[in-house]
């Protein structure tokens, strides 16, 4: 009841509508931009250098920029990272199982990496679910544009990111002092509790990953990164049950996020069109990001969509049954490993119950 109670329950708000219109703009100027250059190709490059202005939501200015700063940097890594993967599929002659093997394992250790450093700069949204996404996403495409253009549309869009974030400093009544300190170091416990959800990465995402693979590989699937995505949700909260719940709002949500979707394709939009619908579902997705996952997880999932089909147009109904399969496989494995020390722990207390009594 608890779980359920959850999904429909909206936290109050925290200025999440000028959040919301920061991500909006970050995204939808360097995306229309493209457009209006014919380059939608670099346009996932773009995607996810936007992705600098989700971190230091409620934060201070000068604490603001340095968390985003941060932050776009290493996204600025993983893009490369994942187009050097791409690249090396390539110049190695890989056949196409043996460059999505390749690209489970690259993935698997983002995914752990990327948690670590998350963890260890303090970073806001935790996690390495967007590191999986745009690392996955980008090593997937056949067809890489120049590596030094997509970098650059990359950095141009971090930096576009940094300035709307700072933008609010042009009103003096929303003015904050500029105090850049240091985020503090990590004490003992914080460092093991990173060592250990950063396994925890590294195993949900490995493991979806390969499931997702072999399922693919049985059922026609693709975007076997999608389930590695779906993996690392449920590892994100405080309690055993609030991580499971998670998993459970991310196939509710996402399963909602496709009716909206199918409505969105069937009205077959001009690229154009298509940007601002990306910036309206980013628009949404930080409203309701920190209030009610389920609905947040309703723009998240044409979000994601769309944004891949700019780059790598494929069949939309294949295309919507890749989503929920991969979702239901990675939030299911998650959820596994979220309840598997809970339930060790219990073997080995009723193991132990029988010694004592002897």
Known sequence: MKLLVEMFTMAPGNKDHQVAIRCAVGVFVPLITLVLLDRLDLAIFATFGAFTGIYGRNEPHGKRFDLQLRAGLLMLVVMFLAALTARAGTALALPASGAMWMQVLATTLVAGGCSFLVAWWRLRPAGSL???FAFAAIASIPSQPPLWQAM?????TMAFSLLVGMSSRALKSRRTPWVRARPARLTAAEKRAARLESLGYLVAAGLAGTLATVAGAELGLGHNYWAMVAAVVPLVGHTTRHRVSRGVQRIVGTAL???????ILLLQPAPWQTVLVIAACQ???EMFIARQYVLAQVFVTPLALIST??????????LLRDRIVETIIGAAVGIAVVLAPTVWRRLRAGRATPHAAA
């Open 257 to 263: 996020g496709l009716v909206l979707l199918a409505g």
């Open 309 to 318: 089909l700019l780059v790598a147009p494929s069949a939309p109904g294949l």
């Open 152 to 156: 650059l549309v990359a950095l141009l």
């Open 130 to 132: 967007f590191h999986i």
């Open 283 to 285: 628009f949404g997705a």
